[in-house]
C-alpha cells in the first residue's frame, strides 16, 4: 500500500525530484560517474556513426546507460555501508565489492558490444 496523499502527480512529481537529487549527489560526490557520464557523452555521437540500424544504435547507446544505471546502485550501496561508520566488517566489504564487481561487467558489456557493432562495420 501506497504512503497516504502520495499518488498520482503529486507522486510522479516527487519521484522526479528525488530522481533529480540522486543525480546531483551522484555528480557531486563521485566521480567515477562523473567520468561515465563523460565517457557517455563523447560515445553518444560515436554511436550514432557507428550502429548501421536503429537496433544497433539502440544496443551501443544502452549500454552505455546500463554502466550509468550500475554505477548509481553501486554508489547507493556505498553510501548505505558507509552510513554505519568506519569500521571494517566481511559483509560490509562484500556487498562494496559486488557493486564494484557489477560495475566492472557493465564496462565489459560495453566492450563487448561496441567491439561486435565495430567488427562488423569494418571487418564485415
Given at each position: ?7 498520482g ?5 516527487r ?12 555528480w557531486?560526490h ?6 561515465e557520464?563523460?565517457?557517455t ?22 549500454t552505455c546507460?546500463l554502466?550509468l ?8 550501496i ?11 566488517h566481511?559483509l ?7 557493486g ?6 557493465s ?18
Open positions: 500500500m501506497g504512503k497516504p496523499g502520495n499518488t502527480m503529486r507522486r510522479i512529481l519521484a522526479t525530484r528525488y530522481s533529480a537529487q540522486g543525480f546531483r549527489q551522484a557531486r563521485e566521480a567515477a560517474f562523473r567520468q557520464v563523460t565517457l557523452l563523447l560515445l553518444l555521437p560515436l554511436a550514432l556513426w557507428l550502429g548501421q540500424t536503429a537496433a544497433e544504435r539502440a544496443a551501443l547507446l544502452a546507460l554502466v544505471v550500475v554505477e548509481l546502485l553501486n554508489s547507493a556505498e553510501a548505505a555501508v558507509d552510513r554505519h561508520g568506519d569500521q571494517l566481511e560490509s566489504g562484500r556487498a562494496k565489492d559486488m564494484s564487481a557489477a560495475v566492472f561487467v564496462l565489459c558489456l560495453v566492450v563487448l558490444v561496441w567491439g561486435v557493432v565495430a567488427w562488423q562495420r569494418f571487418a564485415g
